[in-house]
Structures are given as structure tokens and as C-alpha cells.
């Protein structure tokens, strides 16, 4: 199988679309023609080889893309791939791995907003912080993630999981405001604190606090502590163990009938009830 | 500049011409009788050719069409219009203006009615019509709801009424009396509704059946080149079919009396498919189109379009402000809503209509039935862009009349079996020819909206609006039905080609077309102390910043009509 390797040669100003440059794409191209992929950058097209160093090698296994010297300046990277491997070493831009299906994406550093957008399976691993909507709903869309997992090893920002329907989020530091704002299923971890309004509007799935809520919004009903729970998202799941002590609300009361599920840590919240 | 378009099989009825091989020759922007040997050719050989055509419904410029776009931005990500010299754009069902007009015109139209201009937001329609290429435009105001409309009329002062419509159209640059849900776009300001024809407004205790045949005695006396033009209580609701029948019913013994135009007809059912619904809920609905299509075909005042479901994912929105809550408290989307101070108000919601939901598939039976059933000089096509689909579905929508076996291939494969066992469109095998589809896509129109002197045609001194399709006669493949009429061959836009293969290859604007309506000098004063007494205690903006102004179109057409004789 195939590696590529991209070396960006110098910053760049204006951002360029990545989303040509996918590991079942280069699987079957040669190095010229992989040389001579067009991408987008503002209104303007460059080839490959105009803002990058090409290298090809074959591998074992999977094929594989990985991204030197990146920032934040490369918008779309892995987005809609299906397999194989993406490496980032640096920053990734907006769009990581949006409506990704399939293959791993390793970000060596921090991502912008909207990493994993409608993602449908697949993993995305960002090692540093993550800014607003990881893993949220199209701008507009009510038909959010539908399926993947999501880490990030830092913070991320605002309204992460946004209309997320199934899969997992898991962040292993801080959240902003918002948190899994009109959820409809899946599963979102927060390692660290959550600011105001966790949860809000939510219909179905689960969302895990370890550390310290701002607040609990008054339209979520407590349903009393529970030690280890194995939370259940369908009556066919077999359910998920989670160790620790929560306080368990059910909400949003927004919505006519909700079924989401809010757990927050007991030890990081001894005044919240 | 002169052309003469050759060898192409010409469809044109309201001259008659049923599929005759025949030269069609243009010069200056008209159609001529002959042209010298310096002209053009446009060679049409085995391509039919028919006038450009006119949509008579479709919500394309104003407030309500501009928060669709606002608040989906995820429709706008569906489709991407970016040609080489033209503007880009974006957006499937609620297109962006640009995309809006090209598209109209790749499908050789050329003109286009924006069914719904809130008065008070005209500024903002024609400011779009300002952006839309290609076409020629109107709008038509709302009246159905109007305080001051409801206030005359509930006094009986049809004259008053007259006098203040007239007042209106000028005012806003509008082209027709639009009413929609009667009275009831007033009762959902106190957070109700109207169910029948004699349930009263709250506050104005006036009902919908005296507003519409008020509002068709004013029109009628104005003489007006189009109709008055409805869309009834009950839009959507299981058992309305009724509700459609009376209100048609209620202005029987009106005759037409247009000033200008051919029209025949007083009343003008926008979106017919909507009310021809039977059942008691969604449990038991089932289709009344054939009942709604028997009524139509002997009555002599009345003419449908049909707004035909297209089973895409689309966007809703009508002045019918309750009907959106309905829809919204159904479907769970998103929904805006708007009340327009005095005058009207409006609703927007996302809808899909799947094809295998049971509903939508009924609703798409009852459209085509609608159709197959109806005498095909009464009915045209719209799709109530986009509240039953988008207008660029119209050419499936002609691919599903023109081929039985393409309609069933739907039918059969693709829809729920509740269109097959509520409706009767499996029963039907009628197929249309092109000279039935150039009636329903454009000739229909023209007279029923008073244009057919110049438009809807291809006589000598109509307007050169010309759509070459190709296709033969008869063509049953649906793909390649659907195909030809979405990109044109060739369309000219007053005498200059505009479209050739289906691309868009030269850009222009068309005019915008309003009434300027005299009536006697002595009324209108009268009637504008009344304007002024309502604008000075309840409108938030002052009555000289309210008319459109001169500079809100690239060029004005007015159709000046003569009402002096209403004193
Ligand atoms: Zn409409």
C-alpha cells in the first residue's frame, strides 16, 4: 500500500481545501497525478505540488496520508474519507474529518471548529484542544452525527455533539457553554468542567460529566444518585458501564416526552442539589 | 436584430397551432410576420417549439423567501449553481436570486408571478426582483386579510374597497388581488384560526365567504387583467375538500369583466392538490380530486393550478401563519413566523415529503389527478415552489403526464401503496401531448392573468419570449422528457437568445410588471383620509416612506387601467 507524505513548504495566507487528498484517493494514483491534484483555495485552484512537498512510499498494511508542518490554514482535511490513515503533525484547520465514514484521523496538535461535522463512523483522535462544534450538525442541519468516535485530548469549545444522533464524543478536558445541545442520541464524555447550559434541548442519548457544571438547566428532572451506572441509549443496548457516582437527570423538558440522560460527577459537585 | 427560427414543430394554442412544422421569425424584441434574408437562423430541426413559458404561482423574491434561506442554510449547501460569466449560487428549494432566474430561463421560461407580497415588505420583493435575471416579474399583494379591505367590505363600501385596492397596487408596485386563508392569517394574530366559510374574524366579525366575494366584486369592478387569486381556508387539512368547493361556489354569478386580457374566469384556486384532501385525519385521508376536478371542468368562472407534490426535501411558506404552526407542531422542524402590522403575516418550515411516507404519496396522486382529470384549459402546472417541491422539478412533473409508464414506474416502484388504493391515478391513462403541455405551462397562464396579448403565444406582435425543447412529439421516456424541458435547446427573452444548449449565455432583466389603477378622483380622496387616519394611528412607519419608489426595477411595465367611472 501506499504512504504519502505532504511537507507544507511555507505559511500560507489564504486557507486551501484538503478534502482531494484522502488515502483511497492516492491508493490508486501515481506520484505525478497525485502531484497534480487540484485544490481549492479561496477562489483560486493550485496543485498539489505548488504549496507542497510530495513524497511516496509503500507501506504495509492501510494506505495512509500524513500532513508535515500543517496549520490551521488547511480547512477539510480527511473530510468524507472511508479508510486507511490520516496524520496530521501540526494544527488541522476547520472541517476535520466532517462527514467522515470510515479510517483513522490523528491530529499531532490542536483543531479548528467543526472537527468531525456530521461524521458517520470512523475515528478522530485530536491530541491537543479542539475549538466549537466538534462533532455538530451542518449549519442549520437537524440531522447531526450519526455514528464514529471523536477524542479530544484537550479542551474543546462550545456546543460540541450539536443534533448528535449516535457515536461518541469523548473530551478529556474542559467543554464551553452548550455541551450536546439538541442531542438525539449518542454518547458525550467530558473529562473536565462543563460551562452553563449542558444538554439544553436535549431528546435522547447520554452525556457524562466529570468534572464541575456550572449549572443544571431547570428543565431537567433528578432521577437520584447512581453508583457505576451502565447507561443504556436503546432498550436493545446492552449499555456501557461508567464507573463513579452521579447525580442522574432526565431532560430536556423542553421537548414532550425527552429521554436524555445527564450524569454528573458527585465527587466534583457536593453543593450542586 | 432579426432571426428566424426554422424547421421546428410549433406549439402554440392560443393561436391553435397543434404540432405544425412552421418558421417563426423575430425581429426588434417581437414576432413578425416575415424578416429579411439578413436574419439569423436558428435551426430547430427535430425540436419542438413553443412560447416562453409564465408561471402564474411561485414564491421566488420577498421577506418570506429570504428567511428560508436565512434559516437553512443547510438547503443552500444541497446545490450549487457556478457557471463561467455568471453569478454563483446556492440552494435547492429556496434558491439564492441569480440561481433563481437562470434556472427559470434553462428551462425556457420567461416569466414569473411571486404569488405573495406582503404590502408592507413590497420594498424587499421588488429589491430581489432587482437581483433576478432573466425573467420578467410580478407580484401580487395580500388583501385577504387586510384591515382596511375588512373594514370596507364588512360595511358593504365595495367602492371604498375598490378605491383602496387600486391605491394599493400602485403603492406596491403589486400586480393582482392574492387572498390567502381568508380572515384567517387575522384570527392567528389572536392566536386562532377560521375553519369555514362563515366562521367570523375575531374583532372584525366578517367571514372568509364575504371577504372573497367582496374581494371578487372589486376586482371585477376594477376590471382587472387577472383574477382574483386564492388559496382557501383549511389549506392541508384531511376533509377540506369541501371548504374548496364552497369557496369556489361562493363567487358563482360574478362575471369576468377584465379591462384588459382575455380572461373568462373570476376565480383563480392557487395550489388546488392542498385542498382536495377527504378523510377526517390522517388516518382516513384520501383523495377528492376527482370531485374538486368535476366541479372545475363545468364550471365556467373557476380555474386551478395544482401545486403537484414532487417528493423531495423542501421548504414551506405561506401567508398562512396558523397553517406553518400546524405543520411545524407536525413535522417537529424548525419553524419562523411573522406577522405583518395591519395587513397579513407568514410561516416558514422545512418539510421532506418522502416517497414512501403514505401521505406525501397521496398528496403526489392527488396532484396528478388532478391533472389527468381536470380539462387541461382549466388547470397549470405549478408546484407551489417551493412548498410542494422546487420549480426545477417541473419537468419531471411533465415527464410524469406525458408517459403513463413513467408515472407508474413511480407509482408501482417508488411511492407508498396508499396512492394506489386512496386515490384514482392508477385508474387513469390519459397521457399529455405537447400541445396540452404547452397550454398548462404557459398558455393557461397568460390568459388567466391578462398577459395573452403579447405573452403565452407566438403570434405576430407577441413578445419574442421563445423555448426551443429537444424532443420528439413522441418521446415516452421519461428520463429524456425530463431531460429536454429542464434545458432548453434555445430560449430567446424579447427577441435575443438567452439560452442555447442549456446553458445561460447572455444575462438580462426583464421588467416588472404592476397595475396602475385610476379611479375617480372624488373616492380615492375620501379613501385616502382612511389610509392616512390608519397609517397616523397604527402603522410603525409613515405613509410617505411606504410607497415602492421609481428606482426599485430595472424597467417598469405598468398596465394602466381606466376606473375613473368608479365615483
Ligand atoms: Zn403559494
Known sequence: MKELILTLQKEIIVPVEMDKVLPEVIEKMSLEEIKNIELVQGRKRVKLDDIFDVELNDIEGEPRVVIKNSNQKLKYIGSKMTKGEVIVEGDAGMYVGAEMKGGKIVVNGNADSWAGQNMKGGELLIKGDARDYVGSAYRGDWRGMSGGTIIVEGNAGNEIGEFMRKGVIHIKGDVGIMAGIHQNGGMIIIDGNADVRVGGEMKAGAIIVYGKVEEVLPSFKFEGIVENPIIKLSKKDEGTPVTGTFYKFIGDYVNRKPKGQLYISVDSNPDLI | ?567
Open chain 2, 1 to 567: 436584430m432579426e432571426y428566424i427560427i426554422k424547421n421546428g414543430i410549433v406549439y402554440d394554442p392560443l393561436n391553435g397551432i397543434n404540432g405544425e412544422k412552421m418558421d417563426i421569425c423575430v425581429k426588434d424584441g417581437k414576432i413578425v410576420e416575415s424578416v429579411s434574408d439578413k436574419a439569423k437562423v436558428i435551426d430547430a430541426s427535430g425540436c419542438v417549439v413553443m412560447p416562453g413559458g409564465v408561471d402564474s404561482h411561485s414564491h421566488v423574491a420577498g421577506a418570506k423567501v429570504n428567511v428560508g434561506r436565512m434559516f437553512r442554510p443547510e438547503d443552500s449547501k444541497m446545490e450549487i449553481f457556478a457557471k463561467k460569466g455568471l453569478r454563483t449560487g446556492t440552494g435547492f428549494s429556496v434558491p439564492s436570486t441569480y440561481k433563481t432566474g437562470y434556472q427559470y430561463c434553462e428551462m425556457g421560461y420567461t416569466t414569473v408571478i411571486e404569488a405573495a407580497m406582503p404590502p408592507l415588505i413590497a420594498r424587499h420583493t421588488h429589491e430581489e426582483f432587482l437581483e433576478t435575471p432573466q425573467i420578467d416579474k410580478a407580484a401580487m399583494p395580500l388583501f385577504g386579510n387586510n384591515w382596511m379591505v375588512l373594514e370596507y367590505l364588512k360595511e358593504g363600501d365595495i367602492k371604498a374597497c375598490a378605491a383602496y385596492v387600486a391605491w394599493m397596487l400602485k403603492a406596491t408596485k403589486g400586480f393582482a388581488i392574492k387572498i390567502v386563508n381568508p380572515g384567517g392569517t387575522e384570527a392567528w394574530g389572536w392566536g386562532k384560526n377560521v375553519h369555514s366559510l362563515d366562521d367570523p374574524v375575531p374583532y372584525f366579525d366578517i367571514t372568509p365567504r364575504e371577504i372573497v366575494r367582496g374581494l371578487a366584486e372589486v376586482n371585477e369592478l376594477l376590471g382587472l387583467p387577472h383574477s382574483i387569486h386564492v388559496h382557501p381556508n383549511n389549506l392541508g387539512h384531511p376533509g377540506n375538500w369541501e371548504t374548496t368547493l364552497e369557496t369556489m361556489k361562493c363567487v358563482e354569478g360574478i362575471k369576468a369583466k377584465p379591462k384588459v386580457g382575455e380572461r373568462e374566469t373570476v376565480y383563480y384556486n392557487t395550489h388546488c392538490q392542498f385542498h382536495s384532501y377527504g378523510g377526517t385525519s390522517w388516518k382516513d385521508f384520501e383523495s377528492k380530486a376527482l370531485e374538486i376536478a368535476e366541479y372545475v371542468n363545468k364550471s365556467k368562472h373557476a380555474v386551478i393550478d395544482v401545486g403537484q407534490v414532487t417528493l423531495d426535501e423542501t421548504t414551506t411558506m405561506t401567508a398562512d401563519g396558523p397553517m406553518e404552526y400546524d405543520l411545524h407542531m407536525t413535522n417537529g422542524l424548525k419553524w419562523a413566523n411573522c406577522d405583518v402590522e395591519l395587513e397579513t403575516g407568514s410561516g416558514v418550515v422545512p418539510f421532506i415529503y418522502s416517497p414512501k411516507g403514505p401521505v406525501y404519496s397521496v398528496q403526489w396522486a392527488i396532484g396528478l389527478e388532478l391533472f389527468l382529470y381536470t380539462n387541461t384549459d382549466k388547470v397549470m402546472l405549478t408546484t407551489d415552489h417551493p412548498n410542494a417541491g422546487p420549480f426545477t422539478r417541473y419537468p419531471r412533473v411533465i415527464a410524469w403526464l406525458m408517459s403513463k409508464k413513467y408515472r407508474d414506474e413511480w407509482l408501482y416502484n417508488k411511492v407508498h401503496k396508499w396512492a394506489q388504493q386512496r386515490s384514482h391515478v392508477a385508474d387513469a391513462d390519459k397521457e399529455y401531448d405537447l400541445y396540452e403541455i404547452a397550454k398548462i405551462t404557459r398558455a393557461n397562464q397568460a390568459k388567466v392573468l391578462g398577459l395573452s396579448e403579447t405573452k403565452g403565444h407566438l403570434g405576430v406582435g407577441a413578445e419574442a419570449d421563445i423555448a426551443i425543447y429537444e424532443i420528439d412529439p413522441e418521446e415516452k421516456d421519461g428520463k429524456k422528457i425530463e431531460k429536454a424541458f429542464r434545458y432548453a435547446k434555445y430560449v430567446l427573452k424579447g427577441g435575443e437568445v438567452v439560452v442555447k444548449d442549456g446553458n445561460v449565455v447572455k444575462e438580462m432583466f426583464g421588467d416588472t410588471i404592476y397595475l396602475d389603477v385610476q379611479v375617480g378622483e372624488e373616492l380615492m380622496k375620501e379613501v385616502l383620509k382612511d389610509v392616512e387616519e390608519k397609517f397616523r394611528r397604527y402603522y410603525s412607519v409613515n405613509l410617505d416612506n411606504y410607497p415602492v419608489s421609481e428606482e426599485y426595477a430595472h424597467s417598469w411595465r405598468p398596465i394602466k387601467i381606466d376606473a375613473t367611472d368608479i365615483n
